[in-house]
Each structure stands twice: as C-alpha cells, then as structure tokens.
C-alpha cells in the first residue's frame, strides 16, 4: 500500500506534467534566472564586468558619465608616485580611476621631483598642486573624478590599510576583485582607504584610453610652468619669423590665422647612451627591430615630412647631456632650422627648476607644435601624442591621415613615430592615438603598432 507521502508525490508528479503547468513553471525558472543574472551584473557600485577564463583581459566601464558625484566624505590615500613626469601622470590618472570605483574622493598624493626612484632617501616629493592646478582639476573633472586636501577627513584614525597584491599571482582579475570588495562593506566603512605598497604606476588596469584621457584632460599646469612655456614657443616661433624676413616676398607662404603664426616642429629626441642601452635590450626581448632610432635616421625621416623650399624650425627636445653634442644640429636637410634650449637661450631658465618641472615645460611645448615626432615606446611621446588626439577630436576632426596620406603639406595636429617605417623606409608612419582601446597599456609600455586613425 502507498503511502500519505507517496500518494502526494505521485499527484505532483502528474500535476507538474501537465503541457500548460510545465511552460508555467519553465517561464518562472527563466525569469528566476534573468533575475539572479541581473542582480550579479549590476553589483559592485554600478560597474559591468567581464573577463575570459583565465582572467587576463578585464574591460570596466561605467554606466555613465554624468553619475550624482564622488562622495567627499570617503577619501583613498595612495603612495607617493615616483619615476618620470608621464609615468606619473599615468599613476596618478590610475589612482584616480581606482578612486572613482571606490566612489571616493582621492586625496592628494606627493609626486617626485627627482629621476631617482630607486633610492627613497632622493625622492624629493613634491606636491601635485606645485605642478598642476588643484581647484582647476576639480572644476574640469567635476563629477567624475575628486581630488581632496589631508586636512579634509575628520578621524585621522578611521583608516584601512589596502595592500595592493604584486607578483606574476596576482592576476588582473584578483587586483579588480579586491577593488570590488574594498568598495563594499566592512572595508567601505572606513573613512580613509589607504593602499600601500608598489607605486600606482604598476598596478593593474582597469579602464579605457577615453577615462584616462579625461583625467589627463583635467591637469593643467601651474601659472609658472605655462608662462615658462610661452616664452619658449615665443623664441622658437621668432626663430622662425627671421627666416621667413630673409626670404624673397613671393617665396613667404600663406598662414591662417592674423597676425600670421609660423609654424614650428617638435622631435621628441630620444638618443641618450642609456636610452640606447634600454631600446636594444627591449628589441631582443620582444623580438623586434623598431624601437631604437639613430640621429641620421630621425633626421632623414623628419626631413622627408616637413623638409621643403621654405625655412621651418624644428624645436629638439633633448636630455640635458646631449646639449654639449653639437652634432645634434647639423646635417639636417636644408629649410629645417633645428634648435635646442641652448640654442633658444632657455638654458638657463630650464635648470632654474627641478627634473618634473623641466619635463612638464618640454611636454608643453612638444603639446602646442604644429607637428610632433616621437618615438612610440616613450612615455612622453606616447602622452603628448594621446593629448594632441584627444584635442583633435574635441575641435571635430575625425580623421587624421589626409586624401594624399603621409605626401599632404597641411600642418596642424599631425604626429608621426619616426621610430617606424611609414610607406617607405625613408619616412615615419603617421601617429593618432586609438581612443577605443579598453586599456592604456600599449601607452604605458609602448607599441610598434599604431597608425593614424584614432576613432
């Protein structure tokens, strides 16, 4: 005989038969699912994730650009950035995006003044509102990202120490994972968040070129840095309009703009002893033969560009040891005018500041050149080219390699990585920073993969 609990099995068992309770209770368990699916994708503050099985490429992007605003109760605290100007900016641009999927505001770190990262006793920090504009940035970047002053948190107590993971272990994955976690609670009740360990500019990333190009968007230099760079883009245009007086009036070329602006070239001239040193290791251990660039190459390559019956001044930024080498201003193709700061008569001004801010008045003046040549696995090529697509594209252009390609004459945000091979040996390939990529790591560390389009 059956019994009570058999019998209420088996009338289950033939009611959930049934053709119409079976698509009943199939459309709930979807909807069931769907709904768990959902609840998974939209938590960690607003962020949708996605990353293949082994966790090695994770694109984060945010729901949307115009949030409420970064909370300016809850504060991240990062190390001091260390290493050269862009390394820097790119750290700091990280610590910030780190802030904003915490939803805090990011208290403002030290940088250094100083090239000598490996010995902490020479660091020379120096604060960012020295170099950049506080207010300025947290007017231009309201809403996305928020910078804060140490005086700002109320408990200087309240605070978790976040230590970031390193080593070949800590995956992309693992780093973003314990972002979420540092985003929820217990840890998201701690005023002050601080990570330490290695330098922001190792860590893992996270966000899009676009992000990055915002922040970087938002860093303007101090009233002193920009005055010093308009005094040397007004020597070096000078130099140009007395070689424009000594041409023959049917030779002077037409020039938009009124007064006329003579147009100047930028080369990111990187030809140290021990930038060499580096670019040939580099090629041996990514198997491959375009990083390094000798003198003569550089010069046949931008004198094939902007070489022509008309004098063009080409502005060489240049380490500090290769002033002494006069021969970085000889052999260039007859209508370049090469010039360096000793040359310019800005020496003097140069070594009045310390390495960063050196640096982030050279960055000014490659940034506001009419052309720009650089190599592809600098940093600060990488970030002036970045800056000058960005532009680009703000003022509505869209494409950037011309009907006629690396042949048309036209100056204006053109960019070329003289380290590359163009259409022929003897020319660079033109240079537009890909705003689409998901992360900024070709920048970071370099590519020989870019061209000239950019959107």
């Not at 605290?77 to 610590?95: D, S, T």
């Not at 540092?182 to 190792?202: H, Q, T, W, Y």
């Amino acid at each position: 005989m059956d019994s009570p609990s058999s019998r209420k099995n088996l009338r289950l068992f033939r009611y959930v038969s049934r053709p119409v309770a079976c698509k009943c209770l199939l459309l709930v368990s979807i909807a069931l699912f769907y709904r768990a699916l959902l609840l998974y994708c939209s938590s960690g503050n607003g962020l949708n994730r996605s990353w293949n099985d082994g966790g090695s490429s994770i694109r984060t992007r945010y729901m949307s650009d115009s949030d409420v605003g970064i909370r300016r109760n809850k504060f991240l605290e990062v190390p001091q950035i260390v290493w050269g100007l862009n390394n820097q900016k790119i750290a700091f641009a990280r610590a910030c995006l780190t802030a904003r999927m915490l939803n805090r505001s990011l208290l403002m770190p030290s940088l250094s003044a100083s090239l000598f990262y490996k010995e902490l006793d020479k660091l020379n920090p120096i604060s960012f509102d020295k170099v950049f504009r506080f207010d300025r940035f947290n007017s231009l970047c309201s809403g996305f990202v928020q910078i804060a002053r140490f005086s700002d948190p109320r408990n200087g107590s309240d605070v978790f120490d976040l230590m970031k993971g390193s080593g070949r272990r800590w995956t992309v994955g693992r780093d973003l994972e314990q972002l979420r976690e540092a985003s929820e609670k217990p840890i998201d009740d701690f005023e002050v968040i601080r990570i330490v360990g290695k330098n922001p500019f190792l860590w893992h990333d996270h966000w899009p070129v676009k992000d990055y190009a915002k922040v970087f968007e938002c860093m303007e230099v101090v009233d002193e840095i920009g005055r010093e760079a308009d005094k040397v883009v007004m020597k070096v245009r000078r130099a140009g309009e007395e070689a424009m007086a000594k041409l023959k009036p049917g030779l002077v070329p037409k020039f938009s703009g009124n007064p006329p602006t003579i147009p100047y070239v930028a080369v990111h001239m990187r030809i140290e002893i021990d930038w060499m040193i580096h670019c040939k290791k580099l090629e041996q251990r990514k198997n491959v033969s375009e990083i390094c660039s000798s003198k003569e190459q550089i010069m046949e390559r931008v004198g094939n560009v902007v070489g022509s019956k008309i004098p063009v001044v080409v502005y060489l930024a240049v380490a500090d040891s290769l002033l002494e080498d006069s021969s970085i201003l000889t052999g260039w193709r007859d209508g370049l005018l090469p010039y360096e700061k000793k040359t310019l008569g800005v020496e003097k001004m140069y070594k009045k500041y310390p390495y960063l801010i050196q640096s982030a008045i050279d960055y000014e003046v490659c940034s506001r050149a009419d052309v720009f040549f650089g190599n592809s696995f600098s940093t600060f090529s990488s970030l002036v080219t970045l800056g000058r697509t960005h532009r680009a594209i703000r003022s509505g252009i869209t494409g950037f390699c011309g009907e006629n390609g690396d042949d048309d004459e036209g100056f204006g945000w053109r960019n070329y990585a003289y380290n590359l091979r163009g259409k022929s040996d003897d020319v660079p390939r033109r240079w537009m920073t890909n705003m689409s990529e998901p992360s900024l790591e070709a920048i970071s560390y370099g590519s020989n993969d870019v061209s000239c389009i950019s959107v």
